[in-house]
């Protein structure tokens, strides 16, 4: 697969392009160090506000006028902040790359930045973090990253109430200032896929970017989190007949580093899928979720983490929670079988290779891994890693990066509002 | 295994605020490009495969029925990747439901998962095991029209997961104890819906909306029945709708036609046709003579707006006129509801859209309010949008930059088997799958004039059921 790729740099930006089958439709997928770890010691909310401030318009159209231009022809632009990239996601038709590679170049390059747009987007930031503030899994996961990563981590979460009162009090010279600071080519991917020529696509990205400089590096911590230790944090919330919960702790790898994919496999034979053990007996054989599983995360480019996520009715939380730690404690002790394994490999290559038949599908993996530190090849590198995995070294990697006896529970819900059991039954 | 009916209104227009419209653009087809598309020849004809009869092909989607029990089949080729996406839908949703019996259809859904009885995880060949073993991407959903079971698989796989989905069709196996466990499954479903106050706004809008119609009552059911259906029912309802005769297959993917039929052939022909009809509907919903209000107040912290009107069925000829319209009132930034509500700070979001039924359909304008904002001030926006559409009707700028952006939609659509798949389900749902070809034509063919008289003549306020969200503090010690 790699081999149908290109990647160039064009303009100081990593570019790769990927020419599939699809007709017509050109997906675009890309992004630069500037998201909300960025902030650092300054006002939080500015990395997500300066992000939403790119389609509101630019110093030559407003944001009706770049609208409409992307209306008349069906494409779509957007943007969003993650913990430590802004990403970029397009999609147009062939006839309209030009168009589109274009405006990408304008929102990012010279956004108009204008104070009453700017209240605008305070108010609808406020807004979402408010409709959070009363969704128990991300309180869940406020608490839990809280909870398992240092202060001065990149995944460490700001708490809601705090981007609230940062985004108030934001100013248009704070956004500028980090625009200034964190916007340029250095460090920024674009991925293009699907009908795609690309000597044009170079092209409209030399022509668009060309003369734009600046841009820093991802974060990445010299030394990765350790693990704060056996703790329960309970988050109430009121009316909430589902509890939220996790159970976690840091794993301090990254997704390339050594042993990270054997203990990512072992993950999946754990709480992946409907035959993942823990959806095999927490729902079931036992009935008491609609949903259970575990996954390692926000490791592509610091360390990250390792969790089971689960939902549970009040009256069921504890028996909830008990079956999964004595999963968890078979899993973690005994190991996984050879035949677990086998099973897995299959079905993750071919899951994988599902994943790739779409032209999203296949331009966020190719994303993903540039992120992650692999150059194309691991396209056709990742299914031979999975498959070179042994036994041996999915149970080693479970025993030497987590601990079952060390972490992090935490329960968001309405835990003591319901009934703790259920009226006649 | 999921249930979505009870939220598919608002999850529609909730989506639709970043593509574009609603459901139905993303039924545009090759004939949006401008062309008329064909009545193709048929991949397989009649003769090639025996025992299948060919009905029609349209816009590159060939129909047949398997003669000897009456099963639908829908093979759309598609040989850009080597994967394909089978589908089974059967025309049982929870429009089929009574008191004592709603959430049979879903819970039904869940137990489909528990084997049968050659593929089960005794054997170690159930479904779950073989397509996850294969690296299948599966689930299947309930809605109030219809039942799908998918997967979208390597065509390698395609046999061992089609005698499975088969064998499940008439050999299901249906144990008081599986019932019991995946209850309290279900039950958890139905919690972690209840922790979303715009949910149980939409299904209250909905509820009040419809009378006698059985929209009335969400998909997954009241609390009650999921807990008390008893296994007998659960039988019953099987019994009367896992049939040949009441099932579309749909194939899109890298297949080969004729070898695809016989395939299906091979597991699905030794079934005969249900042993007495397939249950029809007859109730009607009465006139609406009067707005409908419903309030519902928990702890939150911005507060929803939901204006409902009944409109035509899914396959009504005034529907391609209706898409125009949510897509008009709230397709980008442009839209109407974007400048009149969320550019003005009285919103979050503000989108439009019809959940298309195969009665009534329902179409909705929804509302998050702005921090700041009240409900009256976004429902007073609100209806001033759809009175301007009432009184000045919309520009031909409008319908046209629409239609330019459905003939985008139509190119991205056929870029995944899956996407292909589940809208084809929607249209199957509705009563008729050719609308996934001809609806767009008709999109095509809609003026500003039919616009204007959609919206005068289906949203009234006498038709119409608002919904309010209004948060309240929480208590403390919750």
């Given amino acids: 697969m790699a081999a149908q790729s290109q990647r160039s740099d064009v303009a100081g930006i990593d570019v790769i392009t990927y020419r599939t089958h699809v007709k017509d439709v050109v997906v675009i997928l890309g992004a630069l160090p500037a998201g909300d770890a960025m902030a650092e010691s300054g006002n939080i909310a500015i990395p997500t506000l300066a992000g939403m401030m790119l389609d509101r318009g ?26 430590q990239s802004l990403e970029i996601r397009a999609k147009c038709l062939k006839k309209d790359l030009p168009l589109v590679i274009g405006l990408i170049a304008e929102e990012l390059r010279t956004p108009a930045l204008k104070s009453q747009e700017l209240d605008k987007a305070k108010q609808q930031f406020i807004g979402v973090l408010e409709t959070s503030a009363h969704n128990t899994q991300s309180r869940a996961q406020e608490a839990f990253g809280r909870a398992i990563f240092p202060a001065g981590h990149p995944n460490r979460p700001h708490a809601i109430s705090e981007y609230e009162a940062a985004a108030k009090s934001a100013t248009l010279e704070e956004i500028k200032a980090f625009h200034a600071k964190f916007y340029g080519p250095a460090h920024m991917t674009l991925v293009l896929a699907g009908d795609v020529s690309t000597p044009e696509a170079q092209a409209e990205i030399a022509k668009a970017f060309s003369g734009w400089s600046g841009g820093q590096d991802y974060l990445r911590p010299s030394k990765p989190a350790a693990s704060p230790g056996a703790g329960e944090i309970r988050v109430p919330l009121a009316d909430k007949p589902s509890v939220s919960i996790l159970l976690g702790q840091p794993t301090g790898l990254r997704y390339k580093d050594a042993d990270a994919l054997a203990l990512r496999v072992g993950t999946a034979i754990f709480g992946q899928g409907f035959t993942g053990r823990l959806m095999g007996t927490v729902r079931d054989k036992e009935g008491l979720t609609y949903n259970i599983g575990a996954s390692m995360g926000e490791d592509s480019i610091a360390d990250g983490n390792w969790n089971i996520s689960a939902s549970f009715a009040p009256a069921l939380l504890d028996k909830g929670i008990a079956s999964a730690r004595r999963e968890l404690g078979k899993w973690w002790k005994d190991g996984v079988t050879d035949h677990e394994l086998a099973a897995r490999k299959q079905g993750i290559v071919g899951s994988y290779l599902v994943g790739l038949s779409t032209t999203g599908g296949l331009a966020n993996t190719i994303l993903m891994s540039v992120q992650r530190g692999y150059d194309v090849n691991w396209l056709d590198g990742y299914p031979v890693a999975v498959n070179a995995l042994t036994r041996n070294q999915v149970n080693a990697a479970i025993k030497t990066h987590l601990d079952p006896s060390s972490m992090v529970l935490v329960e968001a819900g309405s835990v003591a509002q319901y009934p703790t059991t259920y009226g006649g039954h | 295994m999921s249930e979505r009916a009870e939220f598919l209104g608002s999850r529609a227009i909730r989506a639709a605020c970043v593509c574009a419209t609603a459901a139905a653009l993303n039924a545009w087809t090759p004939a949006a490009m401008g062309a008329a598309v064909p009545a193709a020849s048929p991949a397989a004809s009649s003769g090639a495969v025996a025992g299948f009869t060919h009905v029609k092909s349209l816009g590159g989607i060939d129909e047949y029925r398997l003669d000897s029990n009456g099963l639908d089949v829908l093979l759309v080729p598609d040989h850009s990747a080597p994967v394909v996406t089978f589908q089974v839908t059967y025309r049982v949703g929870s429009r089929n439901e009574v008191t004592g019996t709603t959430g049979t259809t879903h819970i039904l859904e869940h137990l489909m998962f528990k084997g049968s009885e050659d593929f089960n995880d005794p054997k170690g060949n159930s479904i779950k095991q073989y ?82 119609l059985p929209y009335h009552h969400p998909t ?3 609390k ?80 929803t707006v939901i204006i409902a009107h009944k409109v035509p069925d899914g396959r009504n000829a005034d529907q391609p006129a209706l898409d125009m319209l949510d897509a008009i009132l709230s397709s980008g930034k442009n839209a109407r509801l974007y400048r009149g509500l969320v550019d003005q700070g009285l919103a979050l979001n503000a989108v439009a859209g019809t959940d298309l039924h195969r009665d009534l359909s329902l179409h909705t304008v929804y509302a998050t309010l702005a921090p700041g904002a009240t409900h009256a001030q976004v429902e007073k926006a609100m209806l001033a949008e759809i009175a301007k559409v009432k009184t000045d009707g919309v520009t031909a700028a409008e319908v046209e930059r ?60 006498d038709q119409s059921t608002t919904g309010w969200f209004v948060p309240v503090p929480a208590e403390k010690g919750s």
């Fill in chain 1, 58 to 83: 630019t110093k030559a159209h407003d944001k009706f006028a770049i609208a409409e231009q992307l209306d008349n022809v069906g494409a779509e632009i957007s943007f969003g902040v993650g913990t």
């Fill in chain 2, 224 to 303: 009650s029945d999921i807990e008390h259906v008893p296994i007998a029912k659960l039988h019953e309802f099987y019994d009367t709708f896992y049939w040949p005769n009441n099932a579309t297959v749909t194939v899109v993917g890298d297949i080969d036609p004729a070898a695809t039929l016989g395939l299906i052939k091979k597991y699905y022909g030794v079934y005969p046709r249900s042993p007495s009809p397939i249950p029809e509907i007859y109730t009607e919903e009465p006139a609406q003579s009067g707005p409908r209000r419903v309030l519902i107040r928990r702890p939150g912290e911005l507060g």
């Fill in chain 2, 402 to 461: 629409v239609k330019q952006q459905f003939i985008a939609a139509d190119a991205y659509k056929r870029d995944g088997t899956a996407a292909v798949a589940a809208e084809i389900n929607e249209w199957i749902a509705v009563g008729d799958w050719t609308l996934y070809v001809t609806f767009p034509e008709k999109v095509h063919q809609v003026t500003p004039a039919d616009v204007q008289r959609v919206a005068k003549e289906y949203l009234n306020e």
């Fill in chain 2, 131 to 212: 397509l996850e073993r294969v690296g299948g991407q599966f689930n299947a959903t309930t809605s109030f029209d219809r039942t799908n079971y998918f997967a979208t698989i390597g065509r390698d796989s395609l046999e061992g997961y089609i005698a499975i989905e088969a064998d499940r069709m008439r050999h299901l196996w249906l144990h008081e104890a599986d019932r019991q466990a995946e209850m309290t499954v279900v039950r958890n479903e139905y919690e972690r819906g209840k922790n979303d106050p715009d949910n149980v706004l939409m299904e209250e809008v909905t509820a009040a909306a419809y009378v006698a």
């Fill in chain 2, 220 to 222: 997954i059911g009241w």
